[in-house]
Each structure stands twice: as C-alpha cells, then as structure tokens.
C-alpha cells in the first residue's frame, strides 16, 4: 500500500520538476498541504523503518541465540559421545573384568540412563533439523525485509526528493508572490498618480469649458454690441442726412431770406405770400414782418 501511495505521489506530482518558467501556477495554500502530506509520508517511513530495523535486530537476536544453543547443544552432544566412547572402550579393554564388573557397571550406568541419552540425542537432532529449517526460514525472512527496507530506503529517498522539488516550488512561489505584490503596490502607484492626472486633466477641462462658456457668452455680448452700434450708426447716419436736409433747406431759407430783405415792401408781402405757401413756419414769418415793419 505505501508502495502504490509512493506511485501515485510521484505521477501526482511529476509537474513540479520541470522549468521554473513553465511551471503550472498553483496556489499557495495546495503547495503547502502537499508539503505537509509529504512531510507525514516521510515520518510515517521513518517510523516504519526504524520499526523494520528494530524487528531486524531482534531477528538477529534470536538467530545467534539460536546459534549459540545449536552450538551449545552440539557440545553437549560431542561430550556424550565422548563419554559413550569412553564407556565403550573401557568395556572392550577389559572384557574380563567386564563379567566380574558387570553388576556394578550396570548398577552406574544403568540402562535407562543409556536410553534416555538415546532419546535425548534423538530429541536433540530433530531440534536440530528444526532449527536449521528454522534458520533457513529467519534467513528468508530477513532477505525478504533487507529487500523490503532497500525498497522503502528508495522511495523515502524519492519522497525526500520531491519535497525538495516542493519546497523549491514553494519558494519560487513565494517569490513570485513578492514580484506580484511588489508590481500591484507599483501599478497602484501609477493607478494613483494616473487619477491624479485625470483630476487635474478633469479640472482643466471644466476650466477650459468655462473659458469656452465666457468666451462665447463676451462673443454673444460683443456681437449684440456691435448690431446695436451698427443700428446706431444706421440711426446716426440718418440722422446726419436729416441735419444735412436741414442745414441746406436752412441756408436756402437764408438765402431766400437775404433777397427778400433787399426787395421793397409789395415785393416782400409777396415774398411773404410765396414764403407761406413754401411752407415757411409762421414763426420766422412774423419775426420777419417785425423785421420789415
């Protein structure tokens, strides 16, 4: 199970070994509880390991144990055997002796004691074959964990590895990170002195649309200025013409009045008579019958 969970651990999180350029943007937060996952998996194999490792101590343990009673057993056999060869020497040494001999001999050794070696030597190999199959089998065992501790060693070394490829991605993200917060303070900057501008560029605008406002208000003005000075000027240009009339039919009048100054009295009723009839005011006729007169 550890060993698939290393599997799919590893094809999980294959993309975060390639180039810090093309790497997949991840967040913050997925990063780090991979981190977390992988540091757990790295203690729960350091746990397990040193566990395999005290179960291998323990294994050792007992094979020499066992060792040292196969060896200890087998000494114990060797020294029977001795003795038996010693009895049996002895026996074929003095056979004489053997039939005076025989009851005390017998009454020393005895045969169950001789008997009882025998199955005891009996009991002793089967041990024996027990334990050397047992040997065989602790030496499998051990095979098979040294086999299973070089495996785990591996993907422990593996998982090392990828999470330093995740504390390295962690760091490239954190940096990237700055350079973000560090680019948004400086856009904010620009964003505010680019308010700033449009504020001031705003206030211009209102200014310059009240400038444009006046302006066209002093145009209005002027332009109402100038068709009231030219309709005075029109006004004036009549009236010019009038005193102009005026002034001809006055010196006319003069003129007129100077020749009937200068003719007799009949003459100036006449021209009197004419002077009404030109259209004289009455006025200037009766100053000039006080005149005459």
């Not at 049996?88 to 003095?94: E, F, K, Q, S, V």
Request: charged share 30%; hydrophobic share 35%; glycine share 4%.
């Amino acid at each position: 199970m550890g060993i698939a969970h290393d599997m799919t651990d590893t094809t999980e999180y294959r993309p975060a070994s390639q180039d810090a350029k093309t790497l997949v943007p991840l967040s913050l937060s997925l990063v780090a509880k991979k981190e977390k996952i992988l540091q757990m998996e790295v203690t729960k194999l350091k746990k397990m390991l040193c566990q395999r490792n005290e179960m291998l101590s323990s294994l050792q343990e007992g094979h020499e144990y066992l060792l040292m009673t196969n060896g200890q057993l087998q000494a114990r056999r060797c020294l029977h055997r001795e003795k038996l060869v010693s009895l049996r020497t002895l026996l074929d040494a003095n056979p004489a002796a053997d039939k005076v001999n025989k009851s005390h001999l017998s009454d020393a050794v005895g045969v169950n004691e001789l008997d009882a070696t025998a199955e005891k030597c009996d009991v002793l190999k089967d041990i024996m074959l027990g334990l050397v199959d047992k040997h065989a089998g602790l030496e499998q065992r051990c095979m098979g964990l040294e086999e299973q501790m070089s495996r785990e060693t591996m993907a422990l070394i593996s998982k090392e590895e990828q999470l330093k490829e995740a504390r390295s991605t962690l760091d490239l993200l954190r940096e990237d990170i700055r350079s973000t917060q560090w680019n948004f303070e400086y856009d904010q900057v620009e964003l505010a002195q680019e308010e700033k501008l449009d504020a001031a560029l705003q206030s211009r605008k209102s200014t310059v649309e009240d400038l444009q406002i006046s302006w066209q208000n002093y145009e209005g003005m002027i332009h109402e200025e100038h068709r009231q000075l030219a309709i005075a000027n029109k006004s004036a240009i009549g009236e010019q013409r009038n005193c102009r009339c005026c002034l001809k039919a006055t010196g006319q009048r003069a003129r007129m009045m100077r020749k009937f100054c200068s003719q007799p009295k009949i003459c100036k009723r006449d021209c009197s008579m004419s002077m009404r009839k030109n259209g004289w005011p009455s006025h200037l006729l009766v100053s000039r019958q006080r005149t005459n007169s």
